[in-house]
């Protein structure tokens, strides 16, 4: 994507629209041009499951011995007890805010259900998924809605609560976006399911059915969008007019190079420690808090309070990448994080064409990041403050190693102040919308599921509601062979993981292509081509079968839990994309392997090769120096004094 021209477009759009409109470096986030409430913020990237009544409690980053595991425990058995009183749905968030530009949940639609993966967007009302007679789509990640072979789908027919279509049959929706984007198409009603981790059945719902999409939805790779904000058409509006939970949802990003995190679709017990911010419905039709102060290093920013209400106020939108503030108020901040490194080095941003703000020499463990960077506080009206950590103001710099940028940006002259996701990374945010609230909770939010115990091997979405309307069932998809869901231990390593991968095509014809094949299956799973590597392969008769492993990186010895895990998903889930040309391919089983242990001279090679250098070069040089005496001894031998006796040679004939 052009992104000098989309910046110079939003600045624009911000003099004469209505709306947000905030540029990055990465992503834009958009609002829509059209339509009453359903006008909204997200952003697009420029560039997971068991049955049971098990409920998200959120992980306090403290040691397991801490004192605060006496709440965590208290915490986890109110949730248990909840759990059989209030359902609701919880669900994995998948992808990474920077390397996606947003985060997906899975949601199934249809009966048998149909598949897809939906950006989470807050600032969003609208549901949709790209449909089978969409005449202008993009390739996306599932196969397109096709209400054919639903027996459960209804067209949402014209009335006078809805746009109609020019012939009056159906109802419609149109949406268009800052970033020059849009979405239209026909609105239908189908039974939505929420997976198999969650206690509420299945449910009927109205969402979109798209027709025409152009711009960055039409290069996503998501399939659509999942609207979790104010309005009928929202998904948490109609859940909550159905009494099916309570009006309430909460979100948890996963934190800087890790991704992942979780969801859940109505309430539970509040957190001990969960802080809070009042959010006027009224204010805006934005999910916002009252944000009075920063402070950076306990210093409060010189800022007339007033400045964080401007326009829409503060926003928190998840469909968002980056911060964006009011101009005084960016200009204050970006003084203050400065002033505070000036020990760093400032060098220039990953993209030539915009003037991020850098610096290198912080180190790449994201852990320490505390011990260079400044905390940032945002105070609330109420007197409570959300903390803010290194990682949730700061992006990492593509090029440098080591390096790190600003994660917040001035909002051109637009007055709104504009929260993404890099604000709650590893932070559990709670829409409490009947209390007309918003919760903050600092997390680990990408080991939720592990902490649950909850396994990451893929099940089929819910059936049983399915099986009461439809004699048509698609069988659950299971597990590859090798384990019913398998999960890493916490304390355990990885130093390979293996899969067997068929493909529907002849391996003769797949073998001058078998290092393209590579490179796509590393794009996919996000790792390095050299990280992939070909095993062993066999034919047969139009299929072939390929031994693949996935190695540590480069200079490291194991790969980390959590991005094992999002490749064992990615690969059991078929969640990797490859081109036709490949035909289609089924993950047959898969195993890990612990670092295997090297030979004490493979673990002490340097040293090892450092002592034969050195003792090759003592021995050299003594050699050396022994020919060097050797021939001066023979020098001085062949010097004779004159009248020396000197024993006759004897004369050999010519």
């Known amino acids: 994507m052009a992104w000098a021209l989309v910046r110079v477009a939003l600045a624009f759009l911000m003099l004469v629209s209505v709306g947000i409109i905030h540029p990055s470096t990465i992503c834009s986030s958009s609002l829509a041009l059209a339509g009453d409430h359903d006008n909204f913020l997200r952003s697009f990237h420029a560039s997971d499951r068991r049955s049971g009544p098990a409920m998200i409690f959120p992980l306090f980053l403290s040691s397991p011995n801490s004192s605060r595991s006496f709440v965590e425990d208290n915490f986890r058995r109110q949730l248990q007890t909840a759990g059989h009183q209030v359902p609701n749905a919880h669900m994995r968030l998948y992808d990474d805010l920077l390397l996606n530009g947003y985060y997906t949940t899975r949601l199934w639609i249809g009966t048998p259900p149909q598949e897809f993966a939906l950006i989470v967007d807050s600032g969003s009302t609208v549901t949709y998924v790209p449909c089978s007679t969409c005449q202008q789509c993009g390739k996306h990640q599932d196969p397109r809605f096709q209400p054919d072979l639903s027996s459960t789908y209804e067209p949402q027919k014209c009335n006078i609560d809805c746009t109609c279509d020019n012939e009056r049959v159906q109802c419609i929706y149109e949406r268009q976006y800052a970033e020059m984007s849009s979405s239209s198409g026909v609105l239908g009603e189908d039974i939505i399911s929420f997976g198999n981790e969650s206690e509420l059945v ?198 440098v190693r080591g390096a790190y940028c600003l994660g917040i940006f001035q909002n051109g002259k637009d007055p709104t102040t504009l929260l993404g996701g890099i604000i709650v990374r590893n932070t559990l945010v709670t829409y ?57 231990p916490g304390e355990s390593q990885v130093g390979l993981i293996m899969f067997d991968m068929s493909l529907s095509v002849n391996y003769s014809d797949l073998a001058p292509h078998i290092t393209e094949l590579a490179e796509f299956i590393a794009h996919e799973l996000d790792v390095n081509t050299s990280q992939v590597h070909m095993l062993n392969f066999s034919s047969k008769g139009n299929d072939s079968l390929i031994r693949w492993a996935i190695f540590p990186a480069e200079h490291a010895g194991y790969i980390s839990n959590p991005m094992a895990m999002s490749i064992i998903v990615r690969l059991t889930e078929h969640r990797v994309h490859l081109p036709d040309t490949f035909g289609s391919y089924q993950v047959v089983q898969w195993k890990v392997e612990p670092p295997r242990k090297r030979k004490w001279w493979k673990e002490h090679l340097f040293a090892v090769v450092l002592g034969a250098v050195a003792t090759l070069v003592l021995s050299l040089s003594i050699f050396g120096i022994w020919l060097i005496w050797r021939h001066r001894q023979q020098v001085l031998g062949m010097y004779k004094p004159v009248g020396a006796n000197v024993p006759e040679q004897e004369l050999q004939q010519l």
């Open 202 to 399: 299945p449910q009927r719902a109205v969402f979109g059915c798209e027709n025409v999409e152009t711009g960055d939805l039409y290069s996503q790779r998501a399939d659509g969008i999942m609207g979790l904000g104010r309005g009928q058409l929202s998904i948490v509006d109609q859940l909550v007019e159905k009494g099916v939970i309570s009006d309430s949802f909460s979100l948890c990003f996963g934190g800087m190079d890790v991704g992942g995190g979780a969801m859940v679709l109505g309430g539970f017990p509040h957190p001990p420690d969960m802080v809070f911010s009042n959010s006027d419905p009224g204010r805006s039709p934005y999910y916002n808090i009252e944000l009075k102060e920063i402070h950076v290093a306990g210093e409060p920013l010189q800022l007339n309070p007033n400045i964080f209400d401007g326009k829409h106020g503060t926003v928190l939108d998840s469909g968002t990448t980056y911060a964006y503030l009011p101009e005084a108020a960016f200009l204050a901040f970006k003084n203050a994080i400065m002033k505070k490194l000036r020990p760093l080095k400032q060098i220039r941003g990953p993209d030539p064409n915009y003037n991020d703000i850098c610096f290198s020499g912080a180190g790449s463990d994201v852990s320490l990041l505390s011990k260079t960077f400044p905390a940032v506080d945002m105070m609330f009206s109420n007197g409570e403050k959300l903390s803010l950590a290194p990682e949730n103001y700061l992006f990492r710099h593509s090029k």
């Open 432 to 488: 409490d919308r009947e209390n007309q609230k918003i919760g903050f909770l600092k997390t680990n939010c990408s080991e939720l599921w592990k902490r649950l115990n909850i396994t990451d091997a893929p099940s089929p979405a819910p059936s049983a509601y399915h099986r009461r309307n439809s004699t048509k069932i698609i069988s659950p998809s299971l597990p590859p062979n090798g384990s019913p869901g398998y999960t890493i």
